[in-house]
């Protein structure tokens, strides 16, 4: 494997958790839009339109709530099947940058100055890192 191979299937733990942010926002605007809807309580006018959109709004909020546990379980299987992978990496320091940057979501700024060191530095190290991944697999 190379790099940019393992740098790819790594990506793949950002992506996952990106799509679950995506499915998470559309829950949540679902069942804001589903409480917003107050029902008609005049008599006169009996309407199927008001409970046809929270039917369809707790219809689509379940569908997503299905999707939703599958990107999850699929993100589990994915991260811990890095992680198994990371955890190999020789010398221990090395598997920080990649547990900081892909699991914990930090920049190579961020863990430079975590660490103390130079981005530049920080950048080299992340890369052996990456090297030493795509080693193992």
Sequence with gaps: MTREEAKNELREIKSLDSRIKSIELEIER???VATKMTPNYDPDKTSTAYHNKIEEAVIKIEEYRGKLAKKLLEQLNHKNY???????IEPVSLRQF????????KT???I???I???PR?????FCTALDKYAEIS
């Excluded at 990649?98 to 979501?105: D, H, Q």
């Excluded at 530095?121 to 190290?125: D, G, H, I, Q």
């Design 112 to 114: 430079a100055e975590y």
């Design 82 to 88: 890095c992680l198994n992978k990371i955890e190999k």
């Design 116 to 118: 103390d060191k130079t």
């Design 30 to 32: 679902l069942e804001s």
């Design 121 to 125: 530095w920080t950048y080299e190290l």
């Design 108 to 110: 190579i700024e961020e």
């Design 98 to 105: 990649l547990i900081f940057y892909y699991y914990n979501g």
